[in-house]
């Protein structure tokens, strides 16, 4: 009798997880659209663009000026994170060749977000019942706040606006990102753990990520510039905190399952 044709046990076995690792791999590009998309209405991203909004309400920045000076931002702001990101995911990737200290950053990555998501979420209940900043954990410190303002300040200061606009963008996503990583690098892990995904699909949503990440800055400067005034953009920004830090804690932890589950 010829079996050849017959499927075996294994064969079954295999087929299955295969299937099963097809339907979590689908997870991979909406989970990363998702998470550029949080990052970009993080509350610490939020903050610093209503200041800064503020800013250019003070120093009158209109029209071509203000067109200029967006632009300038949002690529700066764009390149940067790019760059941080392509830094990040290089030495990710090296860390994978090592088995034991890769598994390491796994476990190590599972525990941080897991306290990333009970903190997210206590935030939003704080802040919910207190409408106070202070009582919100995952945030710039003010020392990092100051330099940032710091550097609006000398920016807008510049003689060039398109100088100016560089150095803010560049500057500021910087030393913001130690507050926006908390959604970026666990999305990298992620990234790399998706064994679907080769090198180069791998650099195509990072790529992704970031157009999310700069998507709802690209909406304020068109609003702004459309006649957005600071104050509706202050009070957006306020209701904007619970909702967004719900959003992260329940980001955290679907992203723990997804690390799990690869």
């Not at 100088?163 to 500057?171: E, F, K, P, S, Y």
């Given at each position: 009798m010829d079996t050849g044709a017959l499927p075996c046990a294994g064969d079954k076995y295999i087929s299955g997880n295969e299937i099963f690792k097809e339907r979590i791999n689908t997870f991979t590009l909406p989970a990363v659209i998702t998470a550029g998309l949080i990052d970009g209405i993080n509350p610490c991203a939020i903050s610093t663009l209503v200041f800064f909004m503020s800013l250019l309400a003070v120093s009158k920045v209109r029209r071509r000026q203000l067109i200029l000076l967006g632009v300038t931002y949002v690529l700066a702001?764009?390149?940067t994170y790019l760059a941080l990101g392509f830094g990040l995911f290089r030495v990710l990737h090296m860390f994978s060749g090592f088995t034991a200290l890769r598994s390491a950053v796994e476990w190590g990555m599972i525990a941080i977000l897991?306290?990333?998501a009970f903190l997210s979420f206590r935030d939003a209940i704080r802040f919910?019942?207190?409408?106070?900043?202070?009582?919100v954990t995952l945030q710039l410190s003010?020392?990092?706040k100051q330099r940032i303002h710091g550097v609006m300040h000398h920016g807008l200061g510049s003689t060039s606006i398109f100088?100016?606009?560089?150095?803010?963008?560049?500057?500021v996503t910087a030393l913001e990102s130690v507050c926006t990583g908390q959604v970026y690098v666990p999305t990298l892990v992620l990234i790399l753990k998706d064994s679907a995904?080769?090198?180069?699909?791998?650099?195509v949503l990072l790529l992704l990520y970031n157009l999310m990440f700069i998507l709802p800055?690209?909406?304020?400067?068109i609003a702004v510039y459309f006649g957005l005034k600071t104050e509706v953009l202050l009070a957006w920004s306020r209701?904007?905190?619970?909702?967004?830090?719900?959003?992260l804690g329940v980001f955290f932890i679907l992203m723990t399952l997804l690390i799990v589950r690869f």
């Open positions: 702001s764009f390149l897991l306290v990333l919910r019942k207190t409408g106070r900043a202070d009582d003010t020392g990092m100088l100016g606009g560089l150095l803010i963008g560049t500057a995904f080769s090198e180069s699909k791998a650099w800055l690209v909406t304020v400067f209701k904007n905190v619970v909702l967004s830090k719900a959003l």
